[in-house]
Every structure is written in structure tokens, then in C-alpha cells.
């Protein structure tokens, strides 16, 4: 069975234009969020019944090990919009988008797992089950005409944005508008309006791609929220993502906590 990545040490391959082909399946080689414990699941320990498995303390343990709750780069909100956040975060069960079956949105789910550029456009496909399971397959279609957004276009909110591409240098910048306010930026009630605005920067060197994420939100961040850093790396198997999966209607009525747990 061969090795899952490819080598980092390569020449950057190149579109007929000049510019870097992000062509290919991608995985997460560093970065991203930190202060995560080492392992999402936990053996069971001789307290817990013989129904125990592994599964089990992941769910009871990953409203507290969310990347998102821990990791100590956090967005920063305008001081009225602090209990907001706290609410939302107790009230995770009932109002976490992941709850209701929406999409996660930009940036909540992460880089595309597979990319299909062309000079003209890209297409990034996203995989499903990325935030505790929650979430599910996505796909943009960008152009690549370094046209700005159309302020008509921006009005029709979507929960992945209205993204428009452009280059500087070897850098992919996609600037994304027009989304609707019913997604997260992550767990811990990471609410944001209509008004936020995502940059996206891909910048492949051989086979790793650095994936930077500033976010803005005048509406309620005091600043602009600069993400985390990811190293992406080049599989050498092809990402096949599944199509989206069903949702369970009436969910919310089966609540009986606050917390997902």
C-alpha cells in the first residue's frame, strides 16, 4: 500500500498561463486549529458499562475537545455581542447550525478536499462529517476573471458565498461575500452577520499548498479575524466525495440539553 501524501520536494506544475495548477486531491499535512488533546476517542475505562465504545466518549467528550473551543486563536466580538455567544455556545443542542442539518459555510468547512482548476475557473469539492461529523459534501464553481463582485449578485445570500477569484503573484485569492447569517465559524456559538466577508489565499509550492483565511465582520468583530494557517498536501490517491446524505426533520424537538453531548 503506497504512501497516502506525496513528497513535499517538486516542481510546482503550471496552467498554459503561467500560473500554478491547484489541480488534485488535498489533505490537511499542519496548522489549522491548535490546543487540541491528542486523540478524539478515548478507550473505556472499567467504569463504564460493556455498551462503552470508543464513540462514545468522542460524543460525551467532543463539545469540551472541539478544535474550535480550545484553540486559543479566537475571533474577537464587540463586547455586546458577548452573551450572545455564550448563549449560543450553552445552547449548542438547539442552535448550532450542525443541529438543523445546514452546511457548515465558509470558512467553517475547512479547504476543499479536491480541486479542478482551470485557467478560466475553479471547482472546489468539500468533503462531508468534517466538524464531529457534522456537516455535509459541498462544491463551489468560481470564476477566475479578476472581475469584482457584482453588488446586485452579493444581495442573494447563500450559505458558501458569493466568491469572485483573482490572482497576486503565485497566490489564489478568493473573496467571498454575500452570505447568509444562519452558519457558524465554529463550535462555541461563532455566530456572525450578513456582512462578513472571507479571504481565501492558496499558494502552492511543489506539492504543499499554504490555505490562509482572514475573516471579516464589521457588524460585530472589533477586528479582522486572521485564521490559522494550514499546510496542504497532495494525496496520491484521488478524494472521492460522497454525495450529500439525508437529514433527520423534527431533530430539534427531541432536545433535552443544552450542550451536545
Known sequence: MGARIAPATTVTPRLPDGKPDLTGSWQTAGGGQRGVPGGMFRRCTPFQTS???EWTNQSADFTFMAPSRLDPNQPLYKPEYWDKVIALDQWTNRDDPVMTCLPLGIPRHGPPARIFHSATDITLFYRGGLDG???????????LDGKPHDPERALQYTFMGYTVGRWEGDT???DSVGFTDET??????????DQMRVIEKFTRTGNDMLYEVTVEDPV?????WVMNPRTLRLSNRPAIIAERGSCVDGELEQVSSQIRH
Open 133 to 143: 461529523g457534522g456537516g455535509y459534501p459541498d462544491f463551489r464553481m468560481i470564476p
Open 184 to 193: 457558524w465559524l465554529g463550535r462555541g456559538g461563532k455566530f456572525h452577520s
Open 220 to 224: 460585530v468583530f472589533v477586528e479582522p
Open 172 to 174: 489564489l485569492i478568493l
Open 51 to 53: 455498551n462503552c465504545m
